[in-house]
Nanobody, 115 residues
Framework: VQLQASGGGLVQTGGSLRLSCAAS????????MGWYHQAPGKERELVAS???????RYADFVKGRVTISRDNTGNTVYLQMNGLKSEDTGVYYC??????????WGRGTQVTVSS
């Protein structure tokens, strides 16, 4: 599965961004799609995910500020982020969980929150 992420950029504290991730290829193998955040010098962490049945999951540090959704095909996933904070700065990676148990990753998109 190929994943193309977009929508990152520079935003002021308290601002909003919407990230998009389009999946292509063997999309029938996807069991869930998610977004992960990697801050400079830190490990990658889950932000939010959505299964093929529409079940969503959010990390505690974004609850109430972030919404994950998908289009009707299920092959494009969106991450709406509001109330952005400086600690939200980092690279956001789109991921797709597969029936095989593996995970495919997109290249990531940079989000920078400035004060």
């Amino acid at each position: 599965v190929q994943l193309q992420a977009s929508g990152g950029g520079l935003v002021q504290t308290g601002g909003s961004l919407r990230l998009s991730c389009a999946a292509s290829g063997s999309t029938s193998r996807i069991t869930y799609m998610g977004w992960y955040h990697q801050a400079p010098g830190k490990e990658r962490e889950l932000v939010a995910s959505i299964t093929i049945r529409g079940i969503t999951r959010y990390a505690d540090f974004v609850k109430g500020r972030v919404t994950i959704s998908r289009d009707n095909t299920g092959n494009t996933v969106y991450l709406q982020m509001n109330g952005l904070k400086s600690e939200d700065t980092g690279v956001y990676y789109c991921a797709a969980g597969l029936l095989s148990g593996g995970t495919d990753w997109g290249r990531g998109t940079q989000v920078t929150v400035s004060s």
